[in-house]
């Protein structure tokens, strides 16, 4: 056996050989209010590390994770937390920044545009219904958007991305605890 299983007060580590995993991910009490960021899921097309960047060719850190789901399908927040960053002028394309404590949840190439009205900053996709304020405070698994294919992206997929104090971690190792978690 490779995997030590330490109890540090009431957490459950699991630590794996370092060549396997390089980074941790924060130990949390409960995922189960977490929820998975997309509906139709499909397949995992491309993970989080070093790739060969399928437009540029360059090779390049992949920050995220690629679920692939078809057109359209709606997009759910993985975690309750505050609308921190509406974009849709990058390679990300239309993309949402959610805050959630010491967790920062990123969405990209999603439907719909941002709009800068007098009330504010406004994600609007009107045939899915979405209309997604910056400020706004969302609950685990609201719709906030749906998979599109805007900015450099070859295919419909999410890219999701994942920060701890403002550190990317592999959102696999997340939804892996999740998985876990559910009996
Ligand atoms: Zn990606």
Redesign the pocket.
Known sequence: MTTLVLIITNSLILVKPKSVQAQTIPVTASWRQASFPVENFQAYT?GYGYRMHPISGDTRF?R???LAAPLGSYVRSWWSGQVVSLSDHTGCGTMITIQSGKWTHIY?HLMGSVENTAKGTVLVDRSGGIVLWQGQNVPAGARIARVGMTGRTTGP?L?WELKYNGNHIDPADVLRQMFAQRI
Do not use: R
């Open positions: 491309s992949h995220g994770l690629d990209c997929h890219h």
